[in-house]
């Protein structure tokens, strides 16, 4: 049976931590991707999104069924704040 990742709630958590295979590191010092986009959890989106759904429109979400990311919580719940994002 197909496993079907939870929404999207653009947390932006994976991109944070590392690049995916269609990414690239933003720099030497910043591993998160330099195509992540957006400023506030909840607000994060990929900017080669377009590129990535017409190969595969099933590789989002990933992230966000991820044990450790503590952000999915805070989006849904609507607490979100400075002292929660880790920017």
């Known amino acids: 049976m ?3 990742s939870p ?3 653009r947390s932006g958590y994976c991109c944070k931590k590392a690049p995916c295979v269609f ?3 933003t720099s030497d010092t910043d591993q998160s ?3 992540l986009k957006g400023d506030a959890l ?3 989106s990929c900017g080669k ?3 990535i759904h017409a190969i595969d429109p099933t ?3 990933a992230g966000c069924s991820s044990g450790l990311n503590s952000d999915r919580q805070l989006v849904l719940e609507g607490r979100i ?3 929660n994002n880790d920017q």
Request: proline share 0%.
């Open 7 to 9: 929404m999207c709630v």
């Open 81 to 83: 704040n400075e002292d």
């Open 2 to 4: 197909l496993e079907v």
């Open 23 to 25: 990414g690239s590191v």
């Open 33 to 35: 991707c330099k195509f």
């Open 49 to 51: 999104f377009e590129e």
């Open 42 to 44: 909840g607000e994060y």
């Open 59 to 61: 590789y989002f979400g």
